[in-house]
Nanobody, 117 residues
């Protein structure tokens, strides 16, 4: 199983970045896809999730600014980040979670997002 995250980098406050997560080795449509982030000295936190059917869930801190989506034909999940803030600076991790038995939970390697003011 591999979750390959890409698209991180340096952004400016008020700007946009788009993250991608390409999954392999799993039946993509059976998994809830999510993005989490971890800032220095802080715990990893949920950013957003999207179910196979497209139901989304967002952390309050990114609601209205970030948009998660998925393309089940490409086995890829996306995180469109708009109106970036310096506090969005973190390592962003892609997650694939299967909730039906047997359940599985996979993580990508993380991609750094740095937002300058």
């Amino acid at each position: 199983v591999q979750l390959q995250a890409s698209g991180g980098g340096l952004g400016q406050a008020g700007g946009s970045l788009r993250l991608s997560c390409a999954a392999s080795g799993i039946t993509f449509s059976n998994y809830i896809m999510g993005w989490y982030r971890q800032a220095p000295g802080k715990q990893r936190e949920l950013v957003a999730t999207v179910s196979s059917g497209g139901t989304t869930n967002y952390a309050d801190s990114v609601e209205g600014r970030f948009s998660i989506s998925r393309d089940n034909t490409k086995n890829t999940a996306y995180l469109q980040m708009n109106s970036l803030k310096p506090e969005d600076t973190a390592v962003y991790y892609c997650n694939a979670r299967r909730t039906v038995t047997p359940s599985f939970n996979y993580w990508g390697q993380g991609t750094q997002v740095t937002v300058s003011s």
